[in-house]
C-alpha cells in the first residue's frame, strides 16, 4: 500500500473522519482497524479500510487541547476495542462510546499515557486495578472471575462470566494483564531491529507478523522480493499454518478428553515444529523472513522437504476423519459459540473465524503477496453454521490447502535453481501499510519511518480484532462449553495484549 | 519407538537443538570493531584497555537473532544440546570467569538439598508473565508423546498448592506482578522458580518498556535461568532435572552452571 492513498484530508476532526468511514464501509470496504499517533500537531487517528487488492488509510485530527472526541463505536460497532485502546494510549475520551472501560491499560484519567507516535514517555506506568469498573448486573446473577492465572498451560486473560448457575447470560473479557508496551518499544528502533520484535509481538504467528512488517518496509524501500525467496516465505507461512491449526485441534481434543486425538495431533504438531527448525534453525520460522526477501534456503533440500511434507499430510489426514468421525466430539462441537453470518461480516470477522460463518476476505485471495500470485490457491466453498465445529472445520479445509500449497513450493523450489535471495531494501523515510494472513487471520503493520528510526509501528493482529466477538458467543451455551468457544477461536492473548 | 528416551539415551534432535549465542573466541585478533554493537539486546560487551577479559556474552539477554554469528562466525557460534539453564544469574555470561565456580559450586549444594524430596516426582505450575506465546507452546510440548514427561514422574498441576516448580514465561508485565505474587505465595515450601525464556530471564527484546519489569526475578526469587527465545522443549526439560538434581554429574565445561 502507497503513502498516496492515504487520505490526504486531514479532517478537521473526527466526525469527518466518521463519515468518510461510513462511506466507504457503504460502498463495500471493510473497517480493518483504528489506531492513533501523538503527532505535534494534534492526535492522529488513522483508519485502515480493506478493499479489493488494497488496504488503504484515511485519517482524521484530534486538537491536542481536546479532552475527547465524538465516538465512532456507536455508528461502527467493530471500533469498539480500537476506541478504548486509543483511550487508554492517549488519555483521550471517546465521548458516547458504549462501554469507556480501560483495554490495555487501567489508569486513574490525569494519568500520563504512553503516548505513541511522541518520542520518550514515562519509564513505568503501574496498571491501576481501580480504575476498573464492577458492573453489579442483577440479583441471583454470579460473576465467576476466571484468570488471569488460569488452569493449564496458558496465556494470561481474565474471563469474567456472568451467570445465574449453568447459562452464560454475559462474558467480560480483561486483556491488560499482559500488555508489554510494544507500539512504543518499536519506537526508535532500525528497521532491522524492527522485525525482530514483530517476530514477538503474537510469537506463534512470527512468520505472518514478520511478512507484514516486511511489506510495508518493501513498499518503502520499493523493493521487489525475488522470486526464489517468496517461495521459501510462502513455504515457512504455510508450515507456521499448519502448526497453528494443529494446535487448536490439540486443544480442543483435550478439553473433550480425547487422549488418543490429543496425543495424536500432538505427535503431528510436533512433526510440523520440528520439519521448520531443521529447516531454518527455529521451530518458529524466526531469522528467515528479512526485508527484501529471505535470509538463506531451507537447510533441507526441496526433495526431502516434498516427502516429509508428503508422509505428514497422510498421518494428518487419517487422524482428522477418525476426530471428525467421533461422533461425542462433534457433539461437543455442534451449535457451540455460534457467530452469525450477519454478525461476522459487519464485524469483519477475520481469518477462520470469519470463514466458518461464510465471511472470507483471505489476503493471499484478495490481496495477494510474495509467491501467491502465480500458486494454485484452492479455496474451499464457504461454510455458514459459524458454530465452534466449523470453525474446526475451516481449519482442516485451510491444512488441505496448506499442503497443496506447500507441495507446489518444494516443486517450484526444485525448479528454481540458484538466484539472489534478498532484493535491495534501504528504506529511510516514508510510511506504509503491509499485510499477510496469519493462521489467525490477516495481520495489519502501519509503518513510519523517518531518518532510518521506526517513529511508529504499530501492528494490528488478528487475534485483537477477532477476540471481541467472545462476548457475542454464548447463547444457549453454559459454562462446560467455554473451553471448546475460547479453543475454537484459535488466538494469542499476546497478539491482543501486545 | 515414538517417545523419546532423554535423559537416559542421547537424542539426536536434542544435540542438535540450537540453544543462545556463546563465545567461540573471546581474543579474537584485530578486534578493533565494536562487537558489542552487533547485538540488538546488548547482550556482548567487549572489555577494551588493559584488562583481558575480552569478548563477552550474556546468554540470559541473547534473543537468538544470529546477527552476532552471522557477522563473525570467527567470534561467535550457538551453543548446542539441551544444556542451557543455569543455577545462577551470572553463569549464563559466557566464558565463565575463572573465580567463581566455587560460588556456583555452593548454590548447586544448596539447590539439591532443598529439593531432596522431589526427586522423584515433581508437579508443575505454569504462570504466564507477559510472553509472546511460544514458551507456552514449548512448555505443553513436554506433554505430547514424544516427550512425554509424565515417564519421568513430571507432572502439570492446575493448583500452586499442588506445585513444586512454578515455571514463568515472559518478560514481566507489570499488570501480571501481582497474579504471579500470589501464585507464588500460595504454593507450599520446598518451591523452586524456572524463569523460562530471556524475556523472563532479563526482559529480552520487550524491555526496555513503560509495561515491563525487566524479566520476573524482581516479583519472585528465581533459581533456574533458561534462556532461549523460546527455549526447546529438551531444553525445558533439562531445566526441569536441574531443578530437582537428576541430571547425573557432569564434568567439563558447563558443569558448574
Given at each position: 500500500m502507497s503513502a498516496d492513498r492515504i487520505s490526504s484530508r486531514l479532517a478537521d476532526d473526527a466526525t469527518a473522519l466518521w463519515a468518510e468511514l461510513a462511506g466507504a464501509v457503504a460502498a463495500g470496504q471493510r473497517f480493518a482497524g483504528l489506531f492513533g499517533t501523538a503527532r505535534p500537531e494534534g492526535l492522529v487517528l488513522s483508519a485502515h479500510l480493506a478493499g479489493a487488492g488494497d488496504i488503504t488509510v484515511a485519517e482524521g485530527i484530534v486538537p491536542s487541547a481536546a479532552a475527547g472526541y465524538p465516538a465512532l463505536t456507536p455508528q461502527l460497532g467493530a471500533a469498539f476495542w480500537y476506541e478504548r485502546e486509543i483511550a487508554d494510549m492517549f488519555g483521550v475520551i471517546p465521548e458516547g462510546h458504549p462501554r469507556p472501560e480501560p483495554l490495555l491499560l487501567p489508569q486513574p484519567a490525569a494519568a500520563p499515557r504512553p503516548m505513541p507516535g511522541e518520542p520518550g514517555g514515562p519509564a513505568a506506568i503501574e496498571p491501576d486495578p481501580r480504575a476498573l469498573s464492577l458492573h453489579?448486573?442483577?440479583?441471583?446473577l454470579f460473576t465467576i472471575p476466571h484468570g488471569p492465572v488460569r488452569s493449564g498451560v496458558v496465556e494470561s486473560i481474565e474471563y469474567l462470566v456472568e451467570t445465574p448457575?449453568?447459562?452464560?447470560p454475559h462474558l467480560n473479557m480483561r486483556v491488560f494483564y499482559k500488555h508489554r508496551g510494544l507500539d512504543k518499544r518499536f519506537e526508535g528502533m532500525t528497521p532491522a531491529d524492527g522485525i525482530l520484535l514483530a517476530e514477538r509481538v503474537e510469537g506463534t504467528a512470527a512468520v505472518a507478523h514478520a511478512l507484514a512488517y516486511c511489506h510495508a518496509l518493501e513498499h518503502i524501500g520499493g523493493a521487489a522480493v525475488p522470486w526464489t525467496a517468496a517461495l521459501v516465505r510462502a513455504l515457512h507461512a504455510e508450515l507456521e499454518r499448519l502448526a497453528c491449526h494443529l494446535d487448536v485441534a490439540v486443544r480442543l481434543a483435550d478439553g473433550a478428553g480425547l487422549a488418543v486425538a490429543t496425543a495424536r495431533f500432538g505427535w503431528h504438531k510436533e512433526r510440523v515444529l520440528r520439519l521448520v527448525s531443521r529447516a531454518c534453525g527455529s521451530r518458529f520460522g524466526r531469522g528467515v523472513v528479512v526485508p527484501g526477501g529471505v535470509s538463506r534456503l531451507p537447510l533441507i533440500g526441496p526433495g526431502e522437504l516434498l516427502s516429509e511434507i508428503g508422509r505428514l499430510e497422510k498421518a494428518v489426514t487419517a487422524d482428522v476423519a477418525a476426530l471428525m468421525g467421533t461422533a461425542s466430539f462433534l457433539d461437543r462441537l455442534r451449535r457451540t459459540g455460534p457467530l452469525s453470518p450477519e454478525r461476522a461480516r459487519k464485524h469483519g470477522a477475520l481469518g477462520p473465524v470469519g470463514k466458518a460463518s461464510g465471511y472470507s476476505d483471505d489476503a493471499r485471495e484478495h490481496r495477494p503477496y510474495d509467491a501467491y500470485p502465480s500458486l494454485g490457491l484452492r479455496q474451499p466453498a464457504p461454510r455458514l453454521a459459524g458454530d465452534a465445529l466449523d470453525r474446526l472445520r475451516v481449519r482442516w479445509d485451510e491444512v488441505s490447502q496448506s499442503f497443496h500449497l506447500l507441495r507446489q513450493v518444494a516443486d517450484e523450489l526444485a525448479e528454481a535453481g540458484d538466484g539472489p535471495l534478498q532484493a535491495d531494501c534501504t528504506a529511510a523515510d516514508g510510511r506504509a501499510v503491509g499485510w499477510a494472513e496469519a493462521p489467525q487471520g490477516e495481520v495489519l503493520y502501519d509503518l513510519r519511518l523517518e531518518h532510518a528510526r521506526i517513529t511508529r509501528c504499530h501492528p494490528r493482529s488478528a487475534s485483537f480484532h477477532n477476540l471481541v466477538l467472545m462476548h457475542e458467543l454464548f447463547a444457549g451455551d453454559i459454562l462446560t462449553d467455554f473451553p471448546f468457544i475460547e479453543a475454537s477461536l484459535g488466538l494469542s492473548v499476546a497478539g491482543v495484549a501486545r | 519407538m515414538l517417545t523419546t528416551r532423554w535423559p537416559a539415551r542421547p537424542d539426536p534432535y536434542a544435540a542438535a537443538g540450537r540453544g543462545p549465542a556463546t563465545v567461540l573466541d573471546p581474543h579474537p585478533a584485530g578486534a578493533g570493531e565494536r562487537l558489542d554493537r552487533l547485538c540488538p539486546t546488548g547482550a556482548i560487551s567487549q572489555a577494551d584497555g588493559a584488562?583481558?577479559?575480552?569478548v563477552r556474552l550474556d546468554q540470559g539477554k541473547c534473543v537468538q537473532c544470529g546477527r552476532c554469528v552471522a557477522a563473525r562466525p570467527d567470534v561467535f557460534g550457538w551453543a548446542q544440546g539441551p544444556a542451557v539453564a543455569a543455577r545462577s544469574r551470572e553463569a549464563l555470561v559466557v566464558p565463565e570467569v575463572p573465580e567463581t565456580p566455587e560460588r556456583l559450586a555452593a548454590i548447586r549444594d544448596r539447590l539439591r538439598a532443598r529439593t531432596a524430596a522431589l526427586r522423584r516426582s515433581v508437579h508443575l505450575r505454569h504462570v504466564d508473565a507477559g510472553s509472546d506465546g511460544t514458551e507456552e507452546w514449548e512448555i505443553l510440548a513436554l506433554l505430547n508423546p514424544v516427550y512425554d514427561v509424565h515417564r519421568l514422574g513430571i507432572f502439570l498441576t492446575a493448583s500452586p498448592r499442588h506445585a513444586d516448580i512454578l515455571l514463568v514465561t515472559g518478560a514481566g508485565a507489570r499488570g501480571m506482578a501481582e497474579p504471579l505474587r500470589r501464585t507464588y505465595d500460595a504454593m507450599p515450601e520446598p518451591k523452586i522458580v524456572i524463569a523460562v525464556g530471556t524475556d523472563a530471564v532479563s526482559g529480552g527484546l520487550a524491555s526496555p518498556s513503560y509495561a515491563v519489569a525487566g524479566g520476573i526475578s524482581g516479583i519472585v526469587p528465581v533459581d533456574i535461568w533458561l534462556p532461549g527465545s523460546p527455549p526447546t522443549p529438551f531444553s525445558i526439560l533439562h531445566a526441569v532435572l536441574l531443578a530437582i538434581g537428576r541430571l547425573p554429574a557432569t564434568s567439563g565445561e558447563g558443569a558448574w552452571r
Open positions: 453489579v448486573v442483577g440479583p441471583g448457575g449453568e447459562d452464560i | 584488562s583481558n577479559a575480552g
